[in-house]
């Protein structure tokens, strides 16, 4: 795969039959491409497939070469045959399923673990209603697959040469040492068996004095060479667990700053693979050294202001002379801990040269409703509690929390709820919504929306701002919470839906937080559903939602998910379709749309749902542009099958192709 762009799934059906079940499997796997020979591409409508002529042997290996996932329809016994010169090495060779002409298998044949060929299995044969056929020992057993622990935390392996010994000790029932100092606890899958041949170790002495036949290290110290013999016999895992706050004078060479952070580690036996992100002051973020060895790297870069740098208090070693120049007593101290949502450092600052480092180590979110626990002193099989998995939902009439964690070395006592308003009307609030406003000290939003609750908002702390202005308003709502005031976050319709939810993620991690608990996003009537409800029911079958502002998305972007949801005969839902300034967009969605599908598709336009101003249009798409709409419209497509209903928008779920609408029949008759 070197040197080359993995594309979407591949499917490749040689016979008649293997190309109508792949036809099936193509419509239900997103994005993937099929491949038929030129002799039976009549059996695919134009257009849905690449066709080929010459042997499969040859499009396999092309295939092979720029796809990740490859589904065969062929006899296991030729796809062996044909798969054989192309195979490498699992850890690039691609996902390889295999399905019968008939459609009732679909084998994991090639990279099951690390290519995601059982998943691929899995899918192909729930979309086929086919039974998947996975063989490697770890799923057949229930267990877990070392070479998959921590995958999903962007985890490193060292010594992978181990994987295998590891892997047989596991299936066999030999005894297999764990320890753990770093990274994420909650690694082991729900719903998987703890298995009684593997041991937990409180300490890497006691894991290198064990007999055990192979060991799991998760780690990000380096191990010395007292520890050869383990190291031999173990898998080490590298959990992204660190974070190397940087400070430096300006202009320093990407060359100087890399030798300060790698002596750094080594110094202190801590392994690069471990780190997680890079962490600064944001007047540095032009700074060419430090951005190039973090492109080098592949490391995130974090950045703070002056004013959260000088919030944390655990400075080890201020600077009157950083003070003075950039406004705080320290960079690469606060930056660190700051980053990794912690108040004490692993390793306070070293000045190399002209560049400052300090290492921080992130301390682990709490597992989300699953503990995992286990001892060594178990005769070696180890507890393991499981509580119940997954966050439950909170009780609507339980308490608001008086205080939750601290997050980032500064106490974040307050909550935070990200609340959706609905459409605008008081009855579409939902009671959750109007319970997470009483209970707040502090409201922020768009000063519209603000409107909207002012008789609920009396006696709070208010901050609104206009239109643009939404990353202001999350930096002061997090402000206040740090502060120690519960906050709410207000939004038009659902906040989740182009609303402030995901902003409030984003500027929590870009601050440090390393625990969300005490951020709740209160669901609210989105302007889909509003519309819907007024133009009657539109949304009945499948459908896309596309914004057309291009103030944060490329308009290229834009127009490739219009193209899609137009071809896919969805019906099209478009927020934001036409500003003051912003014109052309809706055009252009109209003219795309009307590629795939007839100028008398019925459209809905809502404007100012549930609001004063109202206004319910039903048209069609050669005239929708006919009527007023901006930044307050909803508009919703139909697709092929829509119609319009009197004084309704309606398209058919598919009822009436099965089933009598009309009269009922004796059969339909409830006793």
């Known amino acids: 795969m070197a040197g080359s762009e993995a594309q979407p799934a591949a499917i490749i059906a040689i016979t008649r039959n293997g190309v109508l079940q792949a036809s099936r499997l193509r419509e239900g796997l997103a994005g993937s491409r099929l491949y038929v020979p030129a002799r039976i591409a009549r059996y695919v409508p134009d257009g849905q497939a690449q066709v080929f002529e010459g042997p499969v042997s040859a499009v396999l290996a092309e295939v092979f070469r720029r796809h990740r996932q490859i589904v065969l329809f062929v006899a ?8 054989a010169p192309l195979v490498r090495d699992k850890r690039t060779d691609p996902a390889v399923v295999v399905v019968d002409e008939a459609g009732r298998y679909a084998i994991s044949a090639l990279s099951g673990h690390l290519g995601g060929a059982n998943d691929l299995a899995r899918r192909t044969a729930s979309i086929l209603g086919a039974e998947p056929v996975i063989t490697t020992a770890t799923d057949v057993l229930g267990t877990i697959s070392p070479d998959l622990i921590g995958r999903e935390y962007g985890w490193a392996i060292e010594n992978e040469g181990v994987l295998t010994q590891a892997s047989a000790a596991l299936i066999n029932g030999e005894v297999v040492g764990l320890f753990q100092d770093a990274g994420e606890r909650d690694w082991w899958p729900a719903g998987h068996q703890w298995p009684g041949n593997l041991q937990v170790f409180d300490n890497l002495e006691s894991l290198a004095d064990s007999p055990c036949a192979a060991a799991l290290v998760m780690t990000d110290r380096l191990l010395g060479k007292e520890y050869g013999p383990l190291l031999g016999k173990s898998v080490v895992y590298r959990p992204k667990s660190l974070v190397a706050g940087v400070g430096c ?15 750094v580690l080594q110094e202190h036996s801590l392994a690069i693979r471990s780190l997680r992100n890079l962490a600064t002051i944001d007047i540095k973020s032009s700074e060419e050294g430090l951005l190039g ?48 949502g912690t108040e004490k450092l692993l390793v306070p600052k070293q000045k190399v040269g002209r560049v400052t480092v300090a290492v921080a180590r992130i301390d682990p979110e709490p597992s989300s409703g699953a503990t995992k626990a286990a001892s060594s002193s178990d005769a070696g099989t180890g507890a393991f509690l499981e509580a119940e998995a997954g966050r439950a939902g909170r009780d609507l009439l339980a308490p608001f929390p008086e205080q939750s964690p601290t997050t980032n070395g500064v106490s974040v006592p307050g909550p935070v709820f990200v609340v959706g308003l609905g459409p605008g009307a008081r009855e579409q609030m939902t009671f959750r919504a109007r319970e997470a406003l009483a209970a707040c000290d502090a409201v922020v ?33 997090m402000g206040l919470a740090e502060a120690g005031k519960k906050v709410a976050v207000v939004s038009g319709g659902d906040a989740g839906v182009y609303g402030m939810a995901g902003l409030i993620y984003e500027v ?10 005490n951020i709740e996003v209160v669901p609210g009537v989105s302007a889909l559903n509003a519309a819907a409800a007024l133009l009657g029911a539109p949304l009945m079958h499948d459908f896309a939602v596309i914004s057309l502002s291009d103030l944060l998305t490329p308009w290229e ?40 599908r007839s100028g008398a598709t019925p459209v809905g336009l809502v404007t100012s749902a549930y609001r004063q101003g109202q206004v319910v249009v039903i048209t069609d798409l050669e005239h929708m542009l006919e009527f007023e709409m901006g930044m307050l419209t909803t508009i919703i497509v139909g697709n092929s099958r829509s119609t319009s209903f009197g004084h309704a928008m309606v398209t058919p779920r598919g009822y009436a192709d099965k089933y009598a609408l009309g009269d009922a029949l004796a059969e339909d008759v409830w006793p």
């Not at 004078?249 to 790698?262: K, P, S």
């Not at 908002?457 to 206009?466: A, F």
């Not at 929590?508 to 608990?517: D, H, L, P, V």
């Not at 899609?564 to 109209?590: C, I, M, W």
């Open 76 to 83: 296991l016994g030729a796809a062996v045959r044909l798969l």
């Open 249 to 263: 004078d300006r202009g320093v060479a990407e060359e100087e700053i890399e030798q300060a952070v790698l002596s």
């Open 293 to 340: 060895f973090a492109q080098t790297y592949r490391l995130p870069l974090a950045y703070f202001s002056a004013e959260q740098l000088n919030a944390v208090e655990a400075v080890a070693n201020p600077s009157d002379t950083v003070l003075r120049i950039v406004g705080t007593k320290g960079v690469c101290e606060p930056a660190a801990l700051l980053s990794a």
């Open 445 to 477: 939003g768009y000063e519209t929306y603000l409107d909207l609750i002012s008789d609920l908002l009396t006696g709070k702390e208010i901050v609104s701002s206009g239109m643009r202005h939404e990353v202001a308003r999350a930096r002061a709502a």
């Open 508 to 517: 929590a991690r870009a601050r440090g937080w390393t625990s969300t608990e």
């Open 557 to 596: 972007t834009i127009v490739r998910r219009l193209e899609a949801a137009g071809g896919g005969d969805f019906v099209v839902a478009l927020y934001n379709p036409k500003s003051g300034r912003r014109t052309h967009q809706v055009e252009e969605a109209r003219r795309i749309l009307l590629a795939h």
